[in-house]
């Protein structure tokens, strides 16, 4: 599935010039380092999504971005770098869209943006769902999996312990993550944007009562725990 590596002396030329690609394709991108290496990560995600990992090839991003595939090779070298910075590329954005962390402590301001995370890039989304799934069948995918999921973790625990006076416990953060997780397959596969929000009301409705100490069980655990 992964093109040669030989490649890579024609994404360099690529990435220094415009041109027309090889057969009368699209017409080559002349874009900066940065900038392309971004567009071929967001190509890649949309393959993936779209078309399921297996199709994830360096052509199949290069035609999605509209520039040789020699060019993809050039940026990342291998098909499973190209992988793994396109999973921790789709978890960057996902982050700073979804406000899992929006550092306020109110939970009023809790994943406000999820719905709307959903609708405006699904591909993204359907990616990280597509790694999961694969990752069953290839065991290698899960440390980077899982290292990135520790990541969103991290975000809803921090905001988390903002929010609740006795702070909050890896479990909490693991099932309050869990639920937005869920929601968004839910808006994913089954639509329904309005769903996802009444479903949020009603979470931040726990965590209020929870910041006010009325919920059953409210304590979170031990400061070892946070």
């Known amino acids: 599935m992964t093109e040669s590596a030989g490649a890579a002396g024609s994404g360099e030329a690529a990435a220094n010039g415009g041109g027309t690609a090889a057969g009368g394709g699209k017409p080559r991108r002349r874009v900066s380092y940065g900038a392309g290496r971004e567009a071929l990560l967001a190509a890649a995600v949309r393959v993936v999504a779209r078309r399921g990992l297996r199709h994830l090839t360096y052509r199949a991003v290069a035609e999605e ?17 190209l992988i793994e910075q396109a999973l921790a590329h789709s978890v ?14 109110r939970a009023t301001d ?22 999961l799934l694969e990752s069953r069948r290839r065991p290698e995918l899960l440390p980077q999996l899982r290292g990135l999921y520790e990541e969103y973790f991290d975000a809803a625990q921090r905001e988390l312990s903002r929010m609740l006076p006795e702070g909050a416990n890896r479990a909490l953060a ?12 839910h808006q994913l596969v089954l ?25 059953p069980g409210a304590h979170t655990g031990t400061a070892d725990d946070v």
């Open 110 to 131: 809790f994943a406000t943006g999820l719905s709307a995370m959903v609708t405006g890039d699904p591909d993204a989304q359907a990616f990280q769902y597509e790694l």
């Open 191 to 215: 639509g329904g944007a309005e769903h996802t929000d009444a479903a949020l009301e009603e979470l931040r409705s726990l965590l209020r009562a929870l910041t006010a100490g009325t919920a």
């Open 65 to 81: 971005a509209g520039v040789t595939h020699g060019l993809v090779v050039h940026h990342f070298g291998s098909r499973d770098a």
């Open 92 to 105: 960057r954005t996902s982050l700073s869209v979804s406000a899992v962390e929006p550092g306020t402590g």
């Open 174 to 185: 693991r099932l309050v993550f869990a639920a937005l997780d869920g929601l968004v397959l």
